[in-house]
């Protein structure tokens, strides 16, 4: 079972930059897609920011041009850089991994697990 710890998250001023990391452990399989979500509260769970294993990556509009979303596929840890935030982005910004057993991806044909971590709270004061 992946374990997904996160980091980096905390306070800080609207313009100002984050950067998140989450690594995962217990991996046995080849993590396909490792991605940011984030919850704020009253609002449902949402994607920011995926990179799949091969560098492809995803962004919700309202972060484009903003974050950045990387991964040490030698380490298995993701990292979102965040800058130019905005108090809108404050949330608890959770990490997934999606595995497909021991294939490499959705074309193999093994079902898709995912993976959460515990989260880490954003804070952006205006």
């Known amino acids: 079972q992946v374990q997904l710890v996160e980091s980096g998250g905390g306070l800080v001023q609207a313009g100002g930059s984050l950067r998140l990391s989450c690594a995962a452990s217990?991996?046995?399989?080849?993590?396909?897609?490792m991605g940011w979500y984030r919850q704020a509260p009253g609002k449902q769970r949402e994607m920011v920011a995926v990179i799949t294993r091969g560098g492809s990556t995803d962004y919700v509009d309202s972060v484009k041009g903003r974050f950045t979303v990387s991964r040490d596929n030698t380490k298995n840890t993701a990292y979102l850089q965040m800058n130019s935030l905005k108090p809108e982005d404050t949330a608890v910004y959770y990490c997934?991994?999606?595995?497909?057993?021991?294939?490499?991806?959705?074309?193999?044909?093994?079902?898709?697990?995912?993976?959460w971590g515990r989260g880490t709270q954003v804070t952006v004061s205006s």
């Open positions: 997934n991994a999606a595995v497909y057993g021991p294939g490499l991806g959705p074309e193999s044909g093994f079902p898709r697990s995912d993976y």
């Open positions: 217990r991996v046995i399989f080849p993590i396909h897609g």
